[in-house]
């Protein structure tokens, strides 16, 4: 009778090719993490820095533009609801609505670290806040009134930094409408 003998486990040629591929594995892992680690000391991105900057741009850009020119008239409301247009860091808009209506758009700068977009539309008040915004940004922010040739008042928006260079500096114009 003849008996069968059989292999129990792995040879240690085939254990040590098989440690050979997991360390070359490892150690491409290994480089790539320490090349990303390399690019994020290089070029850092300060993913905690607040984008509300952009934001509130955007928000103000599109209600400028979409301000509100009565025939022989101004877009800009001079006082609403307590607010005047006296101060350096408010400004106070009619604004044309995609539906056709108009509402009065408020917007507040007065708060450090925070910008205020306040929306009356047939007495329903809406409020929106960016928060987060860096503290000095109420005093380095200003918005200033541009007139142009044969058109309404632009508004430009200036903004310096900690350096006391020019970091914004936008001249908005409202659309014509018919």
């Not at 040590?16 to 090349?35: C, K, N, P, S, W």
């Amino acid at each position: 009778m003849v008996s069968q003998q059989r292999q129990r486990g792995f040879s240690l040629l085939e254990v040590t090719i098989a440690m050979t591929v997991f360390g070359v594995f490892l150690v491409v892992f290994f480089m790539l993490t320490a090349e990303m680690r390399d690019w994020e000391k290089r070029l850092p991105v300060n993913l905690m820095r607040n984008p509300q900057i952009a934001g509130v741009l955007g928000r103000m850009r599109r209600d400028v533009q979409d301000a509100w020119i009565p025939f022989g008239k101004t877009p800009y409301v001079n006082e609403h609801d307590g607010f005047s247009m006296s101060s350096p860091n408010t400004i106070i808009l009619n604004v044309m609505q995609s539906t056709g209506g108009n509402q009065i758009i408020v917007w507040d700068f007065n708060t450090p670290g925070v910008a205020r977009r306040i929306a009356y539309n047939v007495g329903f008040k809406n409020e929106w806040r960016a928060a987060g915004l860096p503290e000095d940004f109420a005093k380095n922010f200003t918005i200033g009134a541009v007139e142009l040739n044969d058109r309404p008042y632009g508004v430009r928006i200036t903004m310096k930094d900690d350096h006391g260079r020019v970091a914004i500096d936008q001249i908005l114009q409202p659309r014509t409408h018919n």
